[in-house]
């Protein structure tokens, strides 16, 4: 992993492209509210969320979304400092990497666009969950990451006070 921790600049750029151009194919071959399926439970659904995470605040309209990219542009460039000027552990990295990407390319849909492109969609029979789209996934893998890391630290503490 040090290649990866090396080199986070490329990391995170390789994310947010990633993210960008998926939902550029998304937008050049699906109509707002379009559905592909591509597996069982498994579709291709585009949607414009002009709010948060579960299109939370979406009825903001323009100055909604201009607060709203403005606070989340001051969290990415705390997040941004933290990852390139602190001393970070593995866990700490990674997780930071993956929430500062994925908070990227949703912060640019918003900017330029004013909504983000969802279209990930997955459900099981009836039960519907949100459609998401990759920069939501780096978001959330990000959390888990750094929840899991925070737990393992906290453990590894407690293991280290036990034996003293």
């Known amino acids: 992993m040090s290649f990866l921790f090396k080199n986070k600049f490329i990391f995170l750029l390789v994310l947010v492209i990633t993210d960008q151009v998926s939902k550029l194919v998304a937008l050049k071959n699906l109509t707002l509210g379009q559905s592909i399926t591509l597996f069982p439970s498994f579709d291709f659904t585009l949607v414009f969320n002009t709010g948060v995470a579960f299109s939370l605040f979406s009825e903001g309209g323009d100055l909604g979304r201009w607060v709203l ?19 970070l552990n593995d866990f700490e990295s990674l997780s930071l990497l993956l929430i500062l990407s994925g908070g990227m390319g949703n912060l640019i849909d918003r900017t330029f666009r ?32 750094y929840i899991i890391g925070m737990i393992y630290q ?11």
């Open 69 to 87: 990219v403005f606070l989340v542009l001051l969290v990415l460039l705390y997040l941004a400092y933290v990852l390139f000027k602190e001393k």
């Open 154 to 164: 906290y453990k590894n503490k407690g293991n280290e006070n036990q034996a003293s």
């Open 114 to 145: 004013g909504y983000v492109v969802d279209f990930i969609h997955l459900y099981y029979e009836s039960y519907s969950f949100y459609v998401f789209n990759f920069a939501d996934t780096y978001i959330t893998i990000g959390v888990i990451i």
